[in-house]
């Protein structure tokens, strides 16, 4: 008797070379990049606040998030719109990509944990690794990407542009 295989689906983009995915369920939408309101004293990947459908919402520049150079602007980036459970609260924010590829699914058994390199490295905000076409997709996991601090600071900002 054969298992049955479950199966997620995720949005794929890139950042650089590297492809990257998060859950489908938590993009809520694809919008072409603009240049946000900047936020004074924020950490240089918050690019600032933009305005999606009468909400302001934290624009990030997941590039410099994980320590990769900035992002710069082409006619193929755009920014994911997501919100990201964040224990009881939800996270609204944007994530600037290089490019968006497509929605596609990853069967439970094709996904891997964060490599063992046998050195600490920062790897915690990687939920899976799926191999593909020769390469490899990093699945992020959004919730551990963000600290406590973060969050925070991001809600401030959410906050400001509620009362702009």
């Known amino acids: 008797m ?5 199966e997620s689906q995720f949005v794929t983009f890139s950042l650089d070379n590297e492809v990257f995915a998060v859950p489908v369920s938590v993009v809520r939408e694809i919008l ?5 309101f900047k936020i004074p004293h924020g950490p240089d990947y918050l690019l600032g606040l933009r305005d999606v459908r009468g909400q302001g919402v934290p624009v990030i520049d997941l590039r410099l998030r994980l320590g990769m150079t900035k992002t710069e602007k082409t006619p193929h980036t755009r920014a994911l719109v997501l919100d990201v459970p964040m224990g009881d609260k939800t996270l609204t924010l944007g994530l600037v990509a290089d490019r968006v590829f497509e929605v596609i699914p990853f069967r439970d058994e094709e996904i891997e944990g964060a490599p063992d390199i046998g050195v600490r490295w920062r790897s915690d905000y990687i939920a899976g690794v ?3 076409n020769g390469g490899f997709v990093v699945i992020v ?6 600290s406590g601090a ?4 991001m809600g401030t900002a959410n906050h400001l542009a509620a009362t702009a």
Request: glycine share 4%.
């Open 32 to 36: 072409d990049h603009e240049d946000a």
């Open 150 to 153: 973060e969050v925070a600071m």
């Open 130 to 132: 799926v191999r593909r």
């Open 2 to 6: 054969a298992g049955t295989s479950s």
């Open 141 to 146: 996991d959004l919730a551990r990407l963000f």
